[in-house]
C-alpha cells in the first residue's frame, strides 16, 4: 500500500532507472489477477509451510505453481478453467472449417 506510493520510493526506483508496477491511484481493479495470485500462494502454501532453507521454499513454491496452482486449481476469471488450459488453447492453430 502506502509504502509504495510514498515520494521517497518513488524517488528511489526512478534513480534506479525502474518503474512501478502500481496501477492508477484508487483502481482496485488494476492488479486484480496478480493481487489474487499472490493471496492464493500465501493463504493456500507459504503461510502453511515453515522452509529451512530459501532454496527448499523456492523448490515449493515452484511446485506449488506448477503442479497445483496452473493446472488442477480453476479460476473464476477464466470462466472456472485452468490456467494452463486457458494458456494451451491460445497456443494451438485456428483451424479452418
Not at 510514498?6 to 482496485?28: E, N, P, W
Not at 470462466?79 to 494451438?92: K, L
Request: one cysteine or more; proline letters at 2%; hydrophobic letters at 30%.
Amino acid at each position: 500500500g502506502s509504502v509504495y506510493t510514498s515520494g521517497d520510493y518513488r524517488a528511489l526506483i526512478k534513480r534506479l532507472g525502474m518503474r512501478s508496477s502500481m496501477g492508477r491511484t484508487g483502481v482496485c481493479w488494476d492488479n486484480a489477477m496478480a493481487e489474487s495470485f499472490f493471496s492464493a500462494l500465501k493463504n493456500e502454501r507459504v503461510h502453511r509451510t515453515v522452509y529451512a532453507t530459501k532454496k527448499q521454499a523456492t523448490r515449493d513454491i515452484i511446485a506449488y505453481i506448477e503442479g497445483f496452482y496452473n493446472s488442477r486449481r480453476r479460476h473464476s476469471a477464466l470462466d472456472y478453467r485452468y490456467p494452463n488450459d486457458v494458456h494451451y488453447s491460445y497456443q494451438q492453430p485456428t483451424q479452418a472449417a
